[in-house]
């Protein structure tokens, strides 16, 4: 008789672990289904969990360690990856100081818990490394970090009970199908919807108000929807006087807008933007739900956040049902960090202070520092999770710079192209072979925190928390590593929560947690900012010398800034839409045989197509100053004439080999990846 079993844990194909049943006959993974009791997708599951079981027994996963000899790779044992690894970071110590060794973790494992990389950080600290960088050197803490020093809190949007919706630069029936439903539920009981995107996404054609923006200009009309506001006083009179600062300075700084100015700067008609500005402050509940990168790759990305923070404010949004909330809480998990044994600062500290620092570094400056050693030498990085060579911008770049290290290792479930060049490679655990808490604030003020359950082994991957405690001890940091196994580590993080983790453990995917939701706590405690209010003008910027108030800047690259450019690159590129079926490089090998596997198009008007002689489906030509890829054109009249859109993360057609590493947003140090200048033209037969 075969040995049946199911276990209760957290699917981990995005970051939006949602709750599954795993069903196991004789320890083999046979059926995966939602589970109904999970509170956040109540049993719902997107296309990417029907290939959970093909990912986990890809014939592509790396199953044991594998070091580079002589250009190839050759299985070798575990003790043998510890003792290379740490003779790897040992040198690199010795010879150049710890701060010359950089940790990369990607979102497969950032997504999964706070604790897994506070764990991972500790070993930085006990190596003495201050580096540590994440997805969110250009991904959604911008938006956070904003919102901090704006609000104080993070406000998150109650879209479900809303009845006015801003949907702005975000496509979520791509990138997150719960939220996406959560609309088409407000929008089913009447709440109005408004679209901001320079695509036609498939939510924005049943929009009240569709604004086909041009990319990188969402700061204008930001400013110009507040000046609406304000002018027409259609602002929360009783909110502002009450619970804001800068009200003033605000009204000041929006006397040097014009609508019209922003309606040719955005190319949304000035009605349009009128009726977003009437719609948006006349009907109450209303929450603007946004891009998680798609407004903060720009120059104004900070502000882009600063900007609809204020709006929310403004119109009084703000911990009320439908609005955005913010009594989100965190349970007290045990302190990881080591913060004594580190001199020095996180990457990019001193140059972008209200962004890098504990949580993430700003990476887009280590190709530089690995290729001319300034402004200190970077000779190692761990790579975690990640595939920066196909992820992170300018790839012909930093392919170079990874070339110039002395020790590269990558940790990861399949080979990949970062992984093609490392000396050593070590065999990630997914999902569905690790321990974790899910810890968000956001899951707190929705009345529980979910845990991933082990549910089985492969080969022999290692988890991240295994890999880095083993590698620890072996490196005689056992003081700080006092942990035999990875479960160890899993119970010391809960032991002044007050929650007994052994009666959850493996039974449950979710912990009640955070009790009711709370609203208007602002009436009883102030927002935690320096003057006690929402600050509309910021005085945390001003004291570090920025920009106090959101202003319009154009992309680097725009034929406004630049027409010199624009002669040669009349096209503007956005980069990333996401794609339901694939979370970033992750899971293509699961259509390996699959006929129907979507592939990357670039998006083109049939008006701009016709311009430059390109066909539906033609394979053609793109090119930036940094490069040239090939790829399939599809043409469609849901995208906005002059722009193209290209999804990130293909080999084959590498849309990273366009972009540009460069810093340039100057409070995040975030890249331009959303509004870029290129040609097109079809590749000749
Ligand atoms: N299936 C899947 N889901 C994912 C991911 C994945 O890879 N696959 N990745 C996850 C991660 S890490 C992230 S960061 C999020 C990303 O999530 P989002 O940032 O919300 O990305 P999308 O949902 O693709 O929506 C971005 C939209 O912005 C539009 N856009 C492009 N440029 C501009 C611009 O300049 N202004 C405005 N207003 N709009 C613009 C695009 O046309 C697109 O429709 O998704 C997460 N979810
Ligand atoms: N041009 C452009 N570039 C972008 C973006 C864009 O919009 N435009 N978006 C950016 C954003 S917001 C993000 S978050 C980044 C994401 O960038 P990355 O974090 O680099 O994302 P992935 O490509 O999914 O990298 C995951 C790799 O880790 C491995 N992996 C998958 N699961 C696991 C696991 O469980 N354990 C281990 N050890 N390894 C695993 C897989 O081999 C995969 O190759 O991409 C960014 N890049
Ligand atoms: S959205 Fe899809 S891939 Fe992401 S956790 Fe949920 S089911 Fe998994
Ligand atoms: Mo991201």
Known sequence: MSDKKEVKTLCGMCLWACGIIVSLEDEKIVKIKGDPDHPWNKGRLCPKSAKIIDHFYSPQRVKYPMKKVGGNFQRISWDDALETMASGLNKIKDSYGPEAWTMIVGMAVQGQGFNTMHFLQRFCDAFGSPNFITPETFCFLSG??????????????????????????????????????????????????????????????????????????????????????????????????????????????????????????????????????????????????????????????????????????????????????????????????????????????????????????????????????????????????SNPVLTWPNSNKLKKALECLDFLAVMTTVPNETSEMADLVLPGATFLERTEVWDGPLLGSMGYMSIRNKVTEYHESWSEIKFWLNLARHMGYEKYFPWQDDDEVFKHVFKDTGINIDEYLGKTNMIPFGGELKYKTYEETGFPTPTGKIELFSTIMQSVGFDPMPTFTEPPESPINDPETAKEYPVILTTGSRVLQYTHSSYRETYLNDKKAPEPYAEIHPATAGYYGIGDEEVINVATKRGAIQIRARLTEDILPHVINIPHAWANSNVNLLTDEKSVDPVTGYPALKALLCKISPVKK
Request: proline share 6%; charged share 20%.
């Open 144 to 385: 956070i970090t904003a919102n901090m020093l704006t609000m104080g809190k993070f406000p998150y949007a109650d879209q479900k009970n809303s009845k006015c919706i801003v949907l702005w630069g975000h496509n979520p029936s791509a990138s997150n199908f719960i939220a996406a439903e959560k609309i088409k539920y407000a929008t089913d009981n009447g709440a109005k919807l408004v679209v901001i995107d320079p695509r036609k996404i498939a939510l924005a054609k049943n929009a009240d108000i569709f604004a086909q923006i041009r990319p990188g200009t969402d700061c204008a009309l930001a400013l110009a929807l507040i000046k609406i506001i304000i002018q027409e006083e259609l602002y929360d009179k009783e909110f502002v006087k009450n619970w804001t600062s800068g009200f003033e300075q605000l009204q000041e700084h929006i006397k040097t807008y014009d609508i019209k100015d922003a309606s040719r700067i955005t190319w949304i008609p000035l009605k349009t933007i009128e009726s977003i500005a009437h719609t948006y402050a006349s009907i109450k509940p209303a929450s603007i739900l946004q891009g998680t990168n798609s407004l903060d790759q720009h120059p104004t990305g900070f502000q882009n956040n600063r900007a609809l923070a204020i709006l929310e404010a403004l119109t009084g949004n703000i911990d009320v049902p439908g609005g955005h909330l913010i009594s989100g809480t965190f349970p007290n998990f045990a302190q990881l960090r080591l913060p004594d044994l580190v001199k020095g600062k996180n990457v990019g500290y001193e140059k972008y202070p209200l962004f890098a620092g504990d949580w993430t570094g700003q990476g887009m400056l280590l190709p530089d520092m690995m290729l001319t050693g300034k402004p200190h030498p970077m000779k190692g990085l761990a790579v975690i999770a």
